[in-house]
């Protein structure tokens, strides 16, 4: 299966600007995200979809493929499933290919590591399902919280 990380990370947050490269722990808060997916092993291409040079200089220097910048949905009002969407589409022209399977991933989650993701991947390549919502519960007592939950369509 062809894989593709798709990290969507638009500029320009009102709420808290600049988020997605905000120094975290010593790096940019997308750095981590960036190299959980790399260091996972899951993918084919880890990619950073956005419109903002300096997210993408960020993203770059964190590993990740940046080869343009996103050309629709960049307004506040977009969902991120159709950011991601328009970056796959721009992503496989790109790379004149098609990708199997998708996987979002928000670039402010520092706390995802690598063994995350591959749990993720394994559990939805093992239940056959067509997509999958990774969720925990959050107890203070469970620090890696509850498991991932799948939705099968």
């Known amino acids: 299966m062809n894989r593709i990380a798709i990290i969507p990370a638009r500029g320009g947050s009102r709420r808290i600007p600049r988020k997605n490269i905000i120094e975290f722990v010593g790096k940019p ?44 949905c960049t307004d506040d009002y977009s969902s991120v499933s159709r ?17 199997d399977v998708v996987v979002a991933m928000m670039p402010n989650c520092p706390l995802r590591k690598a063994g995350h993701i591959r749990a993720a991947v394994e559990q939805f390549d093992h239940q056959g399902i067509d997509f999958q919502i990774s969720c925990f519960s959050f107890r203070l007592d469970e620090p890696h919280g509850g498991p991932c939950v799948s939705i099968r369509t």
């Open 29 to 72: 808060m997308i750095a981590w995200t960036v190299g959980a997916a790399l260091e996972s092993g899951c993918f084919d291409q880890v990619l950073a979809s956005t419109d903002s040079e300096e997210i993408a200089e960020a993203a770059i220097s964190a590993g990740a493929s940046v080869p343009f910048l996103r050309q629709d």
């Open 83 to 99: 950011a991601t969407i328009s970056a796959l589409g721009q992503a496989e022209m790109y790379w004149q290919t098609r990708f």
